[in-house]
């Protein structure tokens, strides 16, 4: 049995077409299982400011784990326009949006039963939660050692409050994910990115230097 067999499965709540347009959602949202277990929800925002270039968000949930003594969720995020040209996959011999798989892994802390039947629950999950420039900030500062927010990959959550559903942040667990080997082996091999990034502009202004002196010497 997968990990997400036990949940409510749903194909989709895209409103049908012959439904007036004023009745229509300002959201559609669609479900899918992957054979290895994973959820999958593609979120289209029918309202999105066109200024973040995007409209849909997609998360694909694998497992959950513990961390810190709280239950949390490994996952992918990504973000796309349904507007994106497509690509053709050879390997699998179908068309792809290229931004949809350009995935970028978190860690949350979800109610998966509140995720898949409660559409107010899944819009400020894939909305606020999984908004493009807060998940960026977040594993920036995962990249930092001394961050003012030790957070690793981990981005918080939704839950239910007395004002509604809101977006939430365990220190503890951010401490813990922000610490981890994993995360340590991550920033090492940044920086080492950085650093080899940096060594090739330099060696590359070099080369420009020495062309620009030859250059001036055979003008003599």
């Known amino acids: 049995m997968g990990f997400f067999d036990r949940f409510k499965k749903k194909e989709n709540n895209n409103i049908p077409t012959n439904q007036p347009q004023t009745d229509r959602k300002p959201y559609d949202i669609s479900y899918s299982s992957g054979s290895n277990g994973t959820l999958q929800i593609d979120f289209y925002d029918r309202n999105a400011d066109f200024k973040q270039f995007y409209d849909t968000t997609r998360l694909v949930i694998f497992s959950q784990s513990t961390l810190a003594g709280q239950m949390v969720q490994n996952c992918a995020v990504s973000w796309y326009g349904s507007n994106d040209c497509l690509m053709i996959d050879k390997a699998r011999g179908t068309f792809v949006n290229g931004r949809a798989e350009e995935y970028s892994y978190v860690m949350t802390q979800l109610d998966l039963n509140l995720l898949q039947n409660d559409p107010e629950y899944c819009s400020v999950v894939m909305k606020q939660l999984l908004n493009q420039k807060r998940v960026r900030t977040y ?76 250059e001036i010497d055979n003008m003599r």
Do not use: W
Request: net charge positive; proline share 4%; aromatic share 6%.
């Open 139 to 214: 594993l920036e500062k995962g990249l930092q050692e001394t961050p003012d927010i030790p957070c690793g990959e981990y981005i918080g959550g939704v839950m239910r409050k007395d004002e509604g559903y809101r977006k939430f942040f365990s220190e503890p667990v951010g401490q813990a994910s922000h610490y981890s080997s994993r995360m340590k082996s991550i920033r090492e091999n940044h920086r080492a990115s950085l650093e080899a990034s940096k060594q090739r502009e330099i060696a590359a202004k070099q080369a420009q230097i020495a062309k620009l002196q030859s």
